[in-house]
């Protein structure tokens, strides 16, 4: 597990960390809570086929500038995408590269549709003072967690006529749903993030809704 203590041991005040955008919100706040400098990378997790789609060319270029550590969940969330085997095995080349430590929030490897293939970080071939294996930076895996299923969606909204934090209240108040901003997982000021851990009639119950209310505010 991932505390305030292990992030203050990997990341001095002014170090830069390579961090995945969209990614849990804890991750970047805790690195700038310890003085590090944020360096974005992109997963383009909307087109993304076989791999999570993240951007080697924008990794390579973070420790190019000097990144000392890259840190990131596997399944990721927001967007609940796995990283394939090609992807942790370029993480890795490029690590050993630059000599930037992995830290990898594997909280939710356990929690995968069946036959999905998995990767850990740590059968990449990369030296152990490498690799750092999490499992949350703020929670762990509990009873509580999984009581009939999870499911994490990303999904973009339409254009509308009220800002995302204006529209995340009204969902709240109008519609009785409350979902995260996208804007806790980098700039992504047109997504919410929705958490089902509740039976399915709910969660379906729960997204008419949503969709309701982004037509009922939609620009």
Do not use: C, W
């Amino acid at each position: 597990m991932l505390t305030g203590t292990t992030i203050a041991a990997v990341v001095n005040r002014g170090d830069k960390v390579a961090i995945v955008q969209p990614d849990y919100f804890a991750n970047r706040k805790l690195v700038q809570f310890f003085g590090g400098e944020v360096m974005p990378v992109a997963l383009d997790y909307a087109t993304a086929q076989t791999d999570a789609g993240l951007d080697l060319a924008q990794l390579r270029a973070a420790f190019e500038s000097g990144a000392k550590v890259f840190l990131f969940s596997n399944p990721n969330n927001p967007a609940g995408l796995v990283y394939s085997a090609k992807e942790i095995g370029r993480i890795a080349e490029l690590a050993k590269e630059f000599g930037v430590t992995i830290i990898a929030d594997q909280l939710y490897s356990r929690l995968r549709y069946e036959g999905e293939s998995y990767t850990h970080m740590r059968a990449s071939g990369l030296p152990d003072d490498q690799v750092i294996t999490i499992m949350g930076p703020s929670k762990t895996e509990s009873p509580s967690g999984s009581r009939l299923g999870v499911a994490y969606l990303f999904p973009k909204l339409p254009p509308l006529s009220v800002g995302l934090h204006e529209f995340v209240r009204l969902l709240r108040h109008q519609a009785n749903i409350i979902v995260t901003p996208g804007t806790e997982f980098g700039p992504h000021d047109q997504n919410v993030r929705l958490n089902f851990s509740q039976d399915r009639r709910a969660a379906g119950d729960a997204v008419t809704r949503l969709v309701e209310m982004a037509d009922r505010y939609r620009a």
